[in-house]
Every structure is written in structure tokens, then in C-alpha cells.
């Protein structure tokens, strides 16, 4: 892993601002979803006792939490009334009230990512200012303050909501003039369009000395009808030194921001081989689900040891290759989810099921993912696709229907 001796040797000497922790250690967490599962399943090992916020009373992470509060997520208040009291704070999802979080930051509560951080990346175009006032390579852009400044850059462009978008909404694709109608009204970034040859991200730990450790470049596949993403694979498919490149402008992006924990960084290598930083997620990311399986500290873990100030871990490789695939919902399900196929998936070499706990159904809904370790690329991907034509979620009528 490509780690910066420059800036180590720079922080060597900053001493470790160190959190005891053990079985009365509080730990609160921001949103209950899946990645908030899996956070909860790394944080038995640490003996540590979370607490969950979500404003959905149904959240999949509900009956696993030693408190859970329902709440709204961006509700200052309602943020400080949870946190109050906690020795640490963290979150699964960005979109978070970052006043609520100063407050707890003052209060004495340790939270990370640090509220400033969440507030430049909150805001796809603070983002992308950073990056552009730090030097990070990153596509050629312009803010406007609404629709009618759509044309500003030309075309192609992509344009992106500045707040409030996640998984592709929020962003359009505009070709030419005539797609301007499209356009979202709301303050918006506009981006040049990238020639994407392929998108891959890596997730960075920094901690409080500054150290840091990448995963292994993971690689997007798309599916080239649906246009979507079929499957996550690492490593990428890339050579040896654009995987070094893509570390070096991650490890970059952490250290200008002085960033303290686990930040996912999703890149475009276009056709011309640069690469340049898409955006940043200061969280665990649904490219490192494989992690748990397929290296020695899983990114889970990697963000815990971060929220409570302890040595990173190891990011080499269990396995030579991981992948993990989506599990959705089947077109016409509605319901309870009932799954089909997971016999014959789990019967595979490699295979984890973590399900998330949804406790509906709908077409196309992410329910879960399988991830999948082996020796070769080739492998993996043919046991993925074979597990992808077995693994179906169809709907039952819940109880009182
Ligand atoms: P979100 O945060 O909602 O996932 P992204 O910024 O990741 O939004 O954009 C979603 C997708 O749109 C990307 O995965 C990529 O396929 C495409 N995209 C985003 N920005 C650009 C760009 N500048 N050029 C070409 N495609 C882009």
C-alpha cells in the first residue's frame, strides 16, 4: 500500500489524542440501514456499546442496538439530544445535521468524521471546490444558482444537484441544448462530461496521527443495457501504476483535508488514462462490503479503529480477488421478502450472504448482497454470475394481509 513517508515524517511528532474504550464505552451511530449492521457487527469485537438514530421506525438496525432513538437525522436538536452523553459519534450516512454535531463536537462527545468535513461534502459543490483549490485532478466544472445558467459550460455536461442527491439521484446526464429542459432547477454543479473507460473507488483510513491505508483499487462494472452497476470487483482491472496513481490522489485528498476516518473516494479512469476524483463519501461504502471477507481488517473495522482513536489495521488481501453483487427485489415483488436461491448460493465456495434486514419488498429494491472471494478474476466472476441467476427476492403477503 502506498502510504506518504513525507507526511508521516511530518506527523511523527503529534502526539495521540487517545479514547479508553471497553464494555461502557457508548458508541452512537447516525442512520440504522445496512451499512449500520454491519458497523454493529464489528463493533461486538470491540466490546463497544452502540446506540442508533434513524428516522425510520423500521430501520434494520432497530432490535440490534443496545438504545434506539427514532428521529430526524437533520434536526439539530434531535442530533444533540441523542449525542449528549456519548463518548464517541459517527455516522452511516452523510446526511446528517452538522449544526447538531458541532454542538455534541463542544459538548466534549468525540465524532468523526469531523463535522466540517461532513459540511464540505455534504455540499457536491464545496467538494468539488476543494478538490479544484487543492490541486486534486478532477473534471472541469462551474457552480450555478439555477436552471437558467444550465448552458454556462456547453455541452455535454452532467449536472448534480448540490445537496440531497445519493445513488445517481440528483444527477443528469444533459447531451445537447435540447436536454436543458431537464435540467434540475435547484443550485446545482455543472461537470464536464467524463469519457469514463472505468470507475473505480478506494476507501482510505486516516487517523489522528495521520496515517493512513488504502484497500485495494475496487473496479465498478457496469451493465451496458441497464446501465447500472452489475457487480464490484477488486482488485480493478487496471495496471500497476494507475492503481498507484489512484492511492496517491486518495492518500492526497485525506491528508489536504486532514481528514480523520474512513473515507471513501470514487474515481473515473477515462479513456485517455487519467484518473480524476468523481466525489467522496466520509463512511463505510457499498465498495468495501467484500472487505470482510477478503482482507484481513474489513472496512468496518477500519472505520471503527478510526472513531475510537486505535491503531489501522491491515489492509492486504485475504484472498486474491472479491466482488460483491446487489440482491433487489424481483420486478413485481411486494411484501415480506422471501428468498429464493440462497441454498444453492451458499452451497458455492466463497459465498456470504449479509441480508439487510429490509423488512419490505419492492421491485428492485437493494435487499442485500452476496460477496464472493477467490484465486482468479475469472472465477469469481463466473460463480457471481451463476449465483446472480439463482438469488431471487420475491414478495409474500405480511400476516395481516
Ligand atoms: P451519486 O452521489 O448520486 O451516486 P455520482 O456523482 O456518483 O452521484 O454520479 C452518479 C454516476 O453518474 C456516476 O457513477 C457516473 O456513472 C456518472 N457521472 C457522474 N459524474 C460524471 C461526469 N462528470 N462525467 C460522466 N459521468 C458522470
Redesign the pocket.
Known sequence: MLKSAEYLCGMASKTKNSASFGPSLRLGVLGGGQLGRMMIQSAVDFDARVEVMDPSADAPCRFLTHRFVQGDLNDADAVEKFGSGLDCLTIEIENVSVEGLRRLEAQGVRVIPKPDHLAIIQD?GLQKQFFADHGIPT?P?QLIADANEVGAMGFP??Q?MRKG???????K?LKNVADASKAFQSPSLL??????HK?LSVIVARNSMGETQCFPVVE?V?DPVANL?DYLIAPADISIEEAQTAERIVIQVAECMEFEGLLAV?L?LDTEGHIVV??V?PRTHNSGHHTIEANITSQFEQHLRTVLDLPLGSTAPVHPVGAMVNVVGAADARGLPDYRGIDAALATEGVHPPLSGKSQVKPFRKMGHVTITGETRQEVIERMMRIREQLAVEGKPTPTE
Open positions: 457536491k473534471s466544472f455536461i452532467v448534480k442527491g445519493y445513488d445517481g439521484k440528483g444527477v446526464v461537470e464536464k462530461a467524463v469519457r469514463i470507475e465498478a457496469f452497476v470514487e473515473f468523481n466525489e463519501a
